[in-house]
């Protein structure tokens, strides 16, 4: 049973810089798509990003606009999401997923969610 363990939120400031990374048990994380996504306080949970199993393409939402970047590191068993240039609209509780990695990063084709890990942007 793959379970997954969201870390590396924070207070940061607006433009400022934050890494997530979701770290896995029970199996390898590189056999699958991982995902990330976000839902802040009384909205819908919305996909930022996902990687397909093997990194053979990648999708992002279309607020990220080149500021997120997501990758693996295998040697630590990771999908690690590098968000730059955050914005107060970026806050929000981030989650990772194992599912298929779609363009529209849908939440309702992914599994074995995290407990996610906050992020705020704020002065």
């Known amino acids: 049973q793959v379970q997954l363990v969201e870390s590396g939120g924070g207070l940061v400031q607006p433009g400022g810089s934050l890494t997530l990374s979701c770290a896995a048990s029970?199996?390898?994380?590189?056999?699958?798509?991982v995902g990330w996504f976000r839902q802040a306080p009384g909205k819908e949970r919305e996909g930022v990003s996902c990687?397909?199993?093997?990194?053979?393409?990648?999708h992002y939402g279309d607020f990220v606009k080149g500021r997120f970047s997501i990758s693996r590191d295998n040697a630590k068993n990771t999908v690690d999401l590098q968000m730059n240039s955050l914005k107060p609209e970026d806050t929000a509780v981030y989650y990772c997923?194992?599912?298929?990695?779609?363009?529209?990063?849908?939440?309702?084709?992914?599994?074995?969610w995290g407990q996610g890990t906050q992020v705020t942007v704020s002065s």
């Open positions: 990687v397909s199993s093997g990194d053979m393409y990648t």
């Open positions: 029970g199996s390898t994380l590189d056999y699958f798509a």
């Open positions: 997923a194992i599912g298929g990695c779609a363009a529209d990063i849908s939440p309702n084709h992914w599994d074995h």
